[in-house]
Structures are given as structure tokens and as C-alpha cells.
């Protein structure tokens, strides 16, 4: 009997030591307890710096007390682990306090790679931090490191501060190759900063061979960027002289920043300068693809040019480029949008006839406008159509045609899709108020004769009263006149 109560309670002592001693592990994670060892020395750094207790002195404090032998390896094991799930100060912290102990032991190339974290992060603060440190440690900078510090400082409107960088490159040990050429051009070219790439390609002509291809592209798309129309032309011009042929890509770049000019000086140019862009790639042996003549229909559809979009859809069907859904979609808005609502419903039946299985956008688009067009009867064909296609993401339609129906006094369509969404088990983001006709104010909306019945001629518009109002201010203004000549007298 006394040999079972102390087996009992031995077994019971052994059980609260254990526990005791897992409690103590996952505590000292946060620096409360130090000295016990982690199960393995990764999960417990990531527990560390993922946790999100306390602020960043805390976590210093807890590393303080994590016992660890850091390597250069395991800090950059550390930070991809927690790239995803711990803030970037978190992760900077991290990585200061690494440094801080490791000093020279810690490697460039892993330095290198917490800086495009950050960059890709997009903490532009911790990514400059980092940067002057590597500069401080006289480090070396990676090429790929500069191409994303440079894009990053770009996007800020920083661009002469990436400039900077790239002039003091022997500062970060880093060589001004044609890698490091090209990845500034295309950097300040994203913004439209062509003609300060164009002088990094006048001082850097002898570093760029083999490069000239990237280098003409960036150029052309920066001053697509712009507007700039003459510059652009004056790209391609070059690309022939040095040999290098213009591919699809470079003319679409053009026709986009010609079609851009045409549409805010002259939009009854946007079809034919197209197409002499089309036939001048066609003398090249470059067929035009369903993106160019989106860019045009884009373009076209902008000013509600709807003849010129319809011709252009026509014209791509003879000449071989078969229309993708965009293409559809592009003339079937402006058709909707001008009110020819029957002949954009034949389009998208042409559409469907082809075979053609359009995105979410082309649905979730043409239903808003016809909603907006108080043409619900089509709005609701068009739903049919899109889940004929089974695609799926019916929600935000429901949303929209329910109140649309409730508003306009159709209860029983508005609860008969109200039903048919529950039974298809989709999430709808409308109250169901709306389907209640007590709660629910019917919109009816005023015909035109009904506005002719306004009193005042202040409120209404019709022409009898529009000439009144003239006569009457005719009069007054002579009476006016009268009583000055009188005064005068």
C-alpha cells in the first residue's frame, strides 16, 4: 500500500516539474526566464520576433535574454521566416540587434538581402536605414540590391537621390556595369524621367553593349509616360538606325502615347494616325495584335466616338485579328453607355456566339451601367448569361439588382433573387430590408410632361416660359434706361 502512494506521488511530483518546465521554456521565449534551451534555436527566434506583445525594446530585451550562437545564415533563416507574418520594424530590430552582435561576422551577401525585404516591404524608412549602414561598414552593394533601392526611391519622387546613388556606386563597392545602367534607366523611366535616363545613357554609352534593346525600351516607355509624342518617334527612329527592329511591344508603347496625345488635342485623328501605326508595322512584318486595337477602342470609347469603335471591331474581324473579350467589352460600354442598349445586347451575343468567356469585370461593369441606366430588364439578362458561363463570384451582382429592384417597386423579383442566392449559398453584403415594401421608399421617377406642369418660370424650362421670362426682363431693362435719360435730363 505504501509502495503504491509513493509511486503515485512521485508520478504526480515528476508531472508538475514537467509542466513547470514547458511553462519556463515558452516564457523565457519573451525574456522573462533566461537559461532553458528551446526545442530548436529558429522556431524560438521566430516566436521572438513574430510575437506581438510588447513594443521593440521588449523584443531587444527578450533577444537579450534568448541564449543563441547567431550566424550570419541564421539571421537571414530568421527574417524570410518572418517576412510574412512580423512588421518590418519588427524584423529591422531584429536585424540591427544581429548586426550589433555578430559585427564582422556578418556576411554582405545577407545584408544585402534584408535590405530588398525592406524594399519589397516597401518600408522605405528601414531600407535607408540599412543602406547607410552597409555604406557606414564600407560593405558591398549588390546589383540587385541597387535595382530595387533605386525603383523604390523612384516611386517616392526621389529620383535624384537614386541618381546619387547610382553616381557614388564606388562608395558601396559596387561597379557602374551595364547591369547597374540599365537598372537605372528603367527605373527612372517608370515615371517618366526619360530625359534624365537619356543623360545617364549619353555618359554611359560605352558600358551598355549588348544592352541597347532594354535600354530603347525603357526610353520609349518613358516618354510614352509623358506624352511625349515626338521623343518617342525619335526612339524608334534610333532603335533602326543602330539595327535594332522595333518588336510588338515597342509599337504598342507608341500607339498608346499617340492615342493619349489624339484623345485631348485631336480625337477625329485617333483612327486614321492608328492605323498608319498598324500599316507601318505591317511593312515590318509585325501583325497588330488584339492590344493594339484595344488601345484604340480604349481610347475611342473615352470620347464616345460609338460608329468609329464599331468600324474598328468590324475591322478586326477581316483582318485576321480575332477580338478578345476586352475588345468586346470596350465597344459594348460605349454602346450602353450612349443608350444603344439593342445593339449592345447583339454584340454580346456575337461574344458568346464566338465561343468567347469574358472575366468578371466585363459583367460586374455592364450590369452597374445598365442599373445606372435604369435598364434593369437587360441588367438581368446579362446576370443569366454569367451564370450560364459558371463563373462564379455572383455576390456583388445580387447586391446591386436587389435594392435596384426594391427601389423600383418589383418586390417579388427582388425576393425571388434574394432566395435563389440563398439556395446557391452565396454571402450577400444587402439587408434584407430592402424587401420589404413598408420599410423600403419606392423610387417613381417624374415624366417629362409632369415637369411641364411647374409653376414659376424660375423652376421650369419649357420654351413659352423661357420667352417670358425674356420679355420680362426686356421690359425692365428699358424702364430702366428710361428713368436714366430722365435723370440725365
Given at each position: 500500500m505504501g509502495f503504491l502512494l509513493r509511486s503515485k506521488c512521485c508520478g504526480f511530483l515528476t508531472e508538475i516539474m514537467n509542466a513547470q518546465k514547458r511553462k519556463s521554456i515558452i516564457v523565457s521565449l519573451?525574456?522573462?526566464?533566461?537559461?532553458?534551451?528551446?526545442?530548436?534555436?529558429?522556431?524560438?527566434?521566430?516566436?521572438?520576433?513574430?510575437?506581438?506583445?510588447?513594443?521593440?525594446?521588449?523584443?531587444?530585451?527578450?533577444?537579450?535574454?534568448?541564449?543563441?550562437?547567431?550566424?550570419?545564415?541564421?539571421?537571414?533563416?530568421?527574417?524570410?521566416?518572418?517576412?510574412?507574418?512580423?512588421?518590418?520594424r519588427r524584423l529591422l530590430r531584429f536585424f540591427l540587434w544581429s548586426h550589433k552582435n555578430l559585427n564582422s561576422s556578418l556576411e554582405d551577401k545577407d545584408f544585402n538581402h534584408v535590405i530588398r525585404v525592406?524594399?519589397?516591404?516597401?518600408?522605405?524608412?528601414?531600407?535607408?536605414?540599412?543602406?547607410?549602414?552597409?555604406?557606414?561598414?564600407?560593405?558591398i552593394m549588390e546589383s540587385q540590391t541597387f535595382s530595387l533601392v533605386a525603383e523604390a526611391l523612384v516611386k517616392l519622387g526621389r529620383e535624384d537621390e537614386a541618381l546619387g546613388i547610382f553616381k557614388n556606386l564606388d562608395k558601396f563597392k559596387c561597379q557602374q556595369d551595364g547591369f547597374i545602367v540599365t537598372a537605372i534607366v528603367n527605373a527612372l523611366c517608370t515615371k517618366g524621367h526619360a530625359k534624365k535616363a537619356e543623360g545617364v545613357v549619353y555618359h554611359h554609352k560605352d558600358k551598355i553593349s549588348?544592352?541597347?534593346?532594354?535600354?530603347?525600351?525603357?526610353?520609349?516607355?518613358?516618354?510614352?509616360?509623358?506624352?511625349?509624342?515626338?521623343?518617342?518617334?525619335?526612339?524608334?527612329?534610333?532603335?533602326?538606325?543602330?539595327?535594332?527592329?522595333?518588336?510588338?511591344?515597342?509599337?504598342?508603347?507608341?500607339?498608346?502615347?499617340?492615342?493619349?496625345?489624339?484623345l485631348t488635342r485631336n480625337p477625329s485623328g485617333l483612327v486614321p494616325d492608328a492605323f498608319n501605326v498598324m500599316m507601318e508595322m505591317r511593312s515590318y512584318r509585325i501583325a497588330p495584335n488584339s492590344i493594339s486595337y484595344n488601345i484604340l477602342l480604349s481610347s475611342l470609347g473615352r470620347t464616345r466616338r460609338v460608329k468609329e469603335s464599331c468600324r474598328v471591331l468590324e475591322l478586326m474581324k477581316n483582318s485576321g485579328c480575332s477580338p478578345d473579350w476586352v475588345s468586346y467589352y470596350l465597344v459594348v460600354r460605349v454602346l450602353y453607355l450612349t443608350g444603344r442598349f439593342g445593339?449592345?445586347?447583339?454584340?454580346?451575343?456575337?461574344?458568346?456566339?464566338?465561343?468567347?468567356?469574358?472575366?468578371?469585370?466585363?459583367?460586374?461593369?455592364?450590369?452597374?451601367?445598365?442599373?445606372?441606366?435604369?435598364?434593369?430588364?437587360?441588367?438581368?439578362?446579362?446576370?443569366?448569361?454569367?451564370?450560364?458561363?459558371?463563373?462564379?463570384?455572383?455576390?456583388?451582382?445580387?447586391?446591386?439588382?436587389?435594392?435596384?429592384?426594391?427601389?423600383?417597386?418589383?418586390?417579388?423579383k427582388g425576393r425571388e433573387l434574394w432566395d435563389e442566392a440563398v439556395a446557391m449559398g452565396v454571402t450577400l453584403h444587402c439587408s434584407g430590408d430592402w424587401l420589404?415594401?413598408?420599410?423600403?421608399?419606392?423610387?417613381?421617377?417624374?415624366?417629362?410632361?409632369?415637369?411641364?406642369?411647374?409653376?414659376?418660370?424660375?423652376?421650369?424650362?419649357?420654351?413659352?416660359?423661357?420667352?417670358?421670362?425674356?420679355?420680362?426682363?426686356?421690359?425692365?431693362?428699358?424702364?430702366?434706361?428710361?428713368?436714366?435719360?430722365?435723370?440725365?435730363?
Amino acid at each position: 500500500m505504501g509502495f503504491l502512494l509513493r509511486s503515485k506521488c512521485c508520478g504526480f511530483l515528476t508531472e508538475i516539474m514537467n509542466a513547470q518546465k514547458r511553462k519556463s521554456i515558452i516564457v523565457s521565449l519573451y525574456g522573462t526566464f533566461p537559461d532553458y534551451p528551446t526545442p530548436t534555436v529558429l522556431e524560438g527566434l521566430c516566436q521572438v520576433v513574430s510575437s506581438t506583445v510588447g513594443g521593440l525594446d521588449d523584443l531587444e530585451l527578450s533577444l537579450n535574454r534568448f541564449r543563441v550562437s547567431l550566424s550570419s545564415p541564421l539571421v537571414t533563416q530568421v527574417v524570410d521566416s518572418c517576412k510574412h507574418g512580423a512588421s518590418t520594424r519588427r524584423l529591422l530590430r531584429f536585424f540591427l540587434w544581429s548586426h550589433k552582435n555578430l559585427n564582422s561576422s556578418l556576411e554582405d551577401k545577407d545584408f544585402n538581402h534584408v535590405i530588398r525585404v525592406m524594399a519589397e516591404k516597401k518600408d522605405h524608412t528601414a531600407m535607408e536605414i540599412l543602406v547607410s549602414d552597409l555604406k557606414k561598414d564600407g560593405r558591398i552593394m549588390e546589383s540587385q540590391t541597387f535595382s530595387l533601392v533605386a525603383e523604390a526611391l523612384v516611386k517616392l519622387g526621389r529620383e535624384d537621390e537614386a541618381l546619387g546613388i547610382f553616381k557614388n556606386l564606388d562608395k558601396f563597392k559596387c561597379q557602374q556595369d551595364g547591369f547597374i545602367v540599365t537598372a537605372i534607366v528603367n527605373a527612372l523611366c517608370t515615371k517618366g524621367h526619360a530625359k534624365k535616363a537619356e543623360g545617364v545613357v549619353y555618359h554611359h554609352k560605352d558600358k551598355i553593349s549588348g544592352m541597347e534593346s532594354c535600354i530603347y525600351r525603357s526610353l520609349l516607355h518613358g516618354w510614352s509616360v509623358q506624352g511625349k509624342v515626338k521623343e518617342a518617334r525619335k526612339v524608334i527612329k534610333e532603335m533602326k538606325s543602330a539595327g535594332i527592329m522595333p518588336d510588338l511591344f515597342c509599337y504598342n508603347t507608341f500607339l498608346r502615347c499617340l492615342c493619349e496625345k489624339n484623345l485631348t488635342r485631336n480625337p477625329s485623328g485617333l483612327v486614321p494616325d492608328a492605323f498608319n501605326v498598324m500599316m507601318e508595322m505591317r511593312s515590318y512584318r509585325i501583325a497588330p495584335n488584339s492590344i493594339s486595337y484595344n488601345i484604340l477602342l480604349s481610347s475611342l470609347g473615352r470620347t464616345r466616338r460609338v460608329k468609329e469603335s464599331c468600324r474598328v471591331l468590324e475591322l478586326m474581324k477581316n483582318s485576321g485579328c480575332s477580338p478578345d473579350w476586352v475588345s468586346y467589352y470596350l465597344v459594348v460600354r460605349v454602346l450602353y453607355l450612349t443608350g444603344r442598349f439593342g445593339k449592345g445586347n447583339r454584340i454580346v451575343s456575337q461574344m458568346i456566339e464566338q465561343g468567347l468567356t469574358p472575366d468578371h469585370k466585363f459583367y460586374y461593369d455592364l450590369i452597374g451601367i445598365l442599373c445606372g441606366a435604369e435598364r434593369v430588364n437587360f441588367a438581368l439578362e446579362l446576370f443569366q448569361l454569367m451564370k450560364r458561363s459558371s463563373l462564379g463570384g455572383y455576390g456583388p451582382v445580387y447586391d446591386v439588382l436587389i435594392p435596384k429592384l426594391c427601389r423600383g417597386g418589383n418586390f417579388i423579383k427582388g425576393r425571388e433573387l434574394w432566395d435563389e442566392a440563398v439556395a446557391m449559398g452565396v454571402t450577400l453584403h444587402c439587408s434584407g430590408d430592402w424587401l420589404d415594401p413598408s420599410i423600403t421608399e419606392v423610387f417613381k421617377p417624374k415624366r417629362k410632361g409632369e415637369e411641364g406642369n411647374m409653376a414659376s418660370c424660375t423652376s421650369s424650362k419649357s420654351p413659352l416660359n423661357v420667352k417670358k421670362c425674356a420679355e420680362k426682363v426686356k421690359k425692365e431693362l428699358k424702364k430702366t434706361m428710361k428713368k436714366r435719360k430722365y435723370t440725365s435730363k
